[in-house]
């Protein structure tokens, strides 16, 4: 059999025929994990191809006997458009990811078959099924695998795109969260679990792939024994590689100083927000708002850049959350941010919490992308928090503060971490650019509009 695995895309970040130009957004696009994982439970005896629409085009005539598509809340209109065409061709169509996992009644009413929750498992049973005819309408675990033997992705399969992504060498060592933060839905998806894999089995796959690479975990650090002994075990190989992980991690000296000499040049770590208040209200209290600027002090004293993921729209957020915002990540001096509107994802209690108070105003999955406003704002208009998301994001992207923090990294950090701060920071701001998001201050706005009240 015949397998096509695909990643849908957006119509603005869409390659098709008509529109063969890859965005250049190179620095945000990394090895398809998902993806070349499926690729790999996939049985030996079957063909399995990778289609990534957002570096080409995808063929709906193409000769394959099967369809699979991962995907997002975001992209679940587009994956129901692919759905769709493939059907009209007689070909099988089958759905996983976050999306088909928490709507699976939704999903299935567009699909052969979904798969709920990790692939391990799953995917060798349904790809028999359907070679057998006897597909089901969902497969589900009845526990979460252990992932021991989760084989090593079939990186290769990317070969022929490599040149569009920052890397293909992604490496996961554990899978789901062990804090319970609202508006996350990777808790959600790993219902509260935290599983890794073996330290052997992850260097095992170090060994095989490049120098320069990306761990993909949600938090590289939420086991601490197994972080420190993965990291001293990794210094030997001389990598370089980026993550994601907790604020907490400055809290102990030697975790941050095995990861620097294990070869980490970065984090990306959620801030979301300065409001000690917001942080207890979606249950990530333990980033301690007080402690902010020197923890990521210490992070950046220990060589290490940060890439700080910022949410705004919190239920305590006013029209000032803005520019106080910015200038936090201005004293800060953060080497890049990542900026969120407060997004209620299915699945997450956040969603449920919203839709028992009729806040959620837009049922358009495509909206879900963090950059639209979805629910109506506690403290500000729902256009007060487009305006003020739009304006934090086009003025920390300025030009003249991207080569500021680019020199700085140069002379703090060295030639690779202001490279790669610069290229970061210069793929933001062309993202800015083609969505032509310039926003507004809100908090001037106001006073402006209170001004010409009182001069009247």
Known sequence: MKILLVLPANHTLRVTTERPEVPQRKMLRFSLLPLTTVAALTPPEHEVAICDEHVQPLDFDCDVDMVGVSFMTALAPRAYEIAAEFSRRGKIVVAGGYHPTFLPDEASQHFNAVLVGDAEGLWPALVLDAVAGSLKKLYQHDALPQLDLSPAPRRELLRTTAQYYATTDAVQTARGCLHQCRYCSVTAFHNGSYRHRPVARVLE???EIGRDFIFVDD???????????????????????V????????????LLRLARKAGCQGLFIGVETTNADNLAAVGKGFNDASSYAERIRKIKKAGIGVIAGI???MDDDRVGVFEKTL???QQTDVDAIQVNILTPLPGTPLFGDMEREGRILDRDWEHYDYRHVVFHPAKMTKRELQNGADWLYHEFYRLDRIIFRSIRAFFIHGPIQSLLSFRLNMTYRYDNRREQ???RNPATAKQAGVRELVVN
């Open 205 to 207: 796959e170090l060994r």
């Open 327 to 329: 200038r936090f990540l």
């Open 437 to 439: 998001i310039i926003g």
């Open 219 to 241: 938090n590289i650090i939420a086991d601490t024994p197994y972080a420190k002994e993965l990291f001293q075990q990794m210094a030997p190989l001389r990598k370089r590689w």
């Open 243 to 254: 993550s994601q992980a907790a604020i907490t991690i400055a809290d102990d000296q030697e």
């Open 311 to 313: 949410i705004v729209g």
